[in-house]
């Protein structure tokens, strides 16, 4: 094969882009026509136990820390380092998702808040148990149980040592 047949580098470059653009059309395409038998197969019982299977072999042989063995935290930082400005704009662009989504807990938290008791100057651990305490379950509970009720804080909270005493 003559040497004057193989592309330069730039040529070669210049192709995959060129390739890359006219295939992003058809590979959107093909993905939108492929969602809905994806959706099914990974939310089937057989993925979720193949799943589950591929969590405990990896536990099993350590195979996180096996591939952070060459990860150092240079190479951490590194991959963050000078992406702020794309990271800014992308979350920037998803607001209006992320506040969709957070609108129901807020109203939780609102709903929560005026129950709550006095914050007490001093009693920090008391404190969380007494009001973030409360928050925080209501929150779990409707992440998991899909409802947003809530169990009012118990007002005689009282704490000895910094320990909840009495409370919940």
């Known amino acids: 094969m003559p040497a004057t ?7 070669a470059q210049n192709a995959y882009v060129s390739g890359t653009s006219a295939n992003a059309n058809k590979w ?11 959706e099914a197969n990974a939310k089937s019982a057989e993925a979720e136990q193949a799943y589950a299977k591929g969590v405990q072999m990896a536990a099993q042989n350590q195979l996180r820390l096996k591939g952070l063995q060459s990860v150092t935290a240079a190479s ?3 991959a963050v380092s000078g992406r702020s400005g794309a990271y800014r704009e992308k979350t920037a662009a998803r607001a209006g998702k992320w506040a969709s989504k957070f ?6 938290i609102k709903s929560i808040v005026p129950s709550l008791p006095a914050r007490v100057p001093g009693d920090v ?6 009001r973030v305490k409360p928050i925080a379950q209501a929150l779990h509970q409707q992440k998991v149980g899909g409802g947003g009720g809530f169990i009012a804080p118990r007002s005689e ?4 040592a910094g ?3 009495g409370g919940y």
């Open 5 to 11: 047949s193989i592309p330069s580098i730039q040529e």
């Open 28 to 38: 959107e395409r093909r993905t939108a026509q492929a969602a809905p038998v994806w």
């Open 76 to 78: 951490f930082s590194s």
């Open 103 to 108: 609108s129901p807990y807020l109203d939780t």
């Open 125 to 130: 651990s008391g404190n969380i148990d007494r």
């Open 157 to 160: 909270g009282y704490t000895v």
């Open 163 to 165: 320990r909840p005493f």
